[in-house]
């Protein structure tokens, strides 16, 4: 089992950035893949990022593709998003998330808002 807890979250104009850091407790980090989703009002919470468990593979959805980048330390059990050139429809709570086996876990989520 493995507790995620962001942070790094704030207000910030538009072509801003931000880093956003999930720190992991628990066992065996680096066999979980990890990840960050986010959370707009009214809308579904959607997969921004994602990072294999040794980083050789990383995923980004289109809209953040070139803006924003996922890293790890596995040595100390975190997680990074690092998110430049933002844009208000960035805003939303961004939620870390770490799956292992078909096991999904999530911390509490940070919020991140762009202003225009």
């Known amino acids: 089992q493995v507790q995620l807890v962001e942070s790094g979250g704030g207000l910030v104009q538009a072509g801003g950035s931000l880093r956003l850091t999930c720190a992991a407790s628990?066992?065996?980090?680096?066999?979980?893949?990890m990840g960050w989703f986010r959370q707009a009002p009214g809308k579904e919470r959607e997969c921004v990022s994602a990072?294999?468990?040794?980083?050789?593979?990383?995923y980004y959805a289109n809209p953040v593709k070139g803006r924003f980048t996922i890293s790890r330390d596995n040595a100390k059990n975190t997680v990074y998003l690092q998110m430049n050139s933002l844009k208000p429809e960035d805003t939303a709570v961004y939620y870390c998330?770490?799956?292992?086996?078909?096991?999904?876990?999530w911390g509490q989520g940070t919020q991140v808002t762009v202003s225009s």
């Open positions: 998330h770490a799956a292992l086996s078909g096991v999904h876990y």
């Open positions: 990072i294999s468990r040794n980083a050789g593979s990383t």
């Open positions: 628990g066992r065996a980090f680096n066999m979980y893949s």
